[in-house]
């Protein structure tokens, strides 16, 4: 059998990463706005419209509706905690890469430019890597010049940093 989740249990504190840049912490605050304002009274009216219809226990339509406002509320509250604990990205060029850097590497003979953000705006195909992962975690704090090592399933890399913005 399988055991209930409740909201106190500590299995249900996802670990949150907090490094965004105020872009994303506007965008994200835009879409918590919309769902407060426009999308959760709209499923809520739903669930009024088809509580009317009669029987609970027998209303799928009632169900379906109820089970979507309750997913929606959830969402809120994931979005409302991550954005209490949001920090803003202050982009420095110290001479060392840092969050929300942009870091040219080589290698073998090919470039490539990542900006170094959190792991809620990450997009390795459009350039964007989160410090949290194997190349963002051995970027942070070294200089141009650096090279580094990653090592993969079977092999390792190195990479060597060209620039950082």
């Not at 905690?81 to 969050?99: D, F, P, S, Y």
């Not at 953000?117 to 051995?138: F, N, R, V």
Request: aromatic share 6%.
């Amino acid at each position: 059998m399988r055991v209930p989740i409740r909201k106190g249990d500590p299995r249900l504190d996802k670990k949150i990463d907090p490094a965004m840049t105020a872009d994303k912490y506007y965008e994200l605050v835009k879409k918590l706005d919309f769902w407060k304002r426009v999308k959760r009274p709209r499923e809520a009216e739903e669930v009024k419209r088809l509580a009317l219809m009669g029987d609970f226990s027998e209303n799928v339509g009632y169900q379906v509706a109820k089970g979507r406002l309750r997913g929606l509320n959830e969402r809120i509250l994931d979005l409302e905690k991550l954005l209490g604990r949001a920090e803003i990205i202050k982009i420095q060029n110290n001479g060392t890469v840092q969050l929300g850097n942009k870091v040219t590497i080589e290698k073998d003979g090919k470039t490539k430019t990542y900006q170094i953000l959190g792991a809620t705006e990450t997009d390795p195909t459009s350039g964007t890597i989160s410090y949290s992962s194997p190349l963002g975690a051995a970027l942070i704090n070294k200089s141009v010049g650096d090279t580094i090592k990653i090592n993969l399933l079977n092999k390792e890399a190195y990479y060597k940093i060209l620039k950082i913005e």
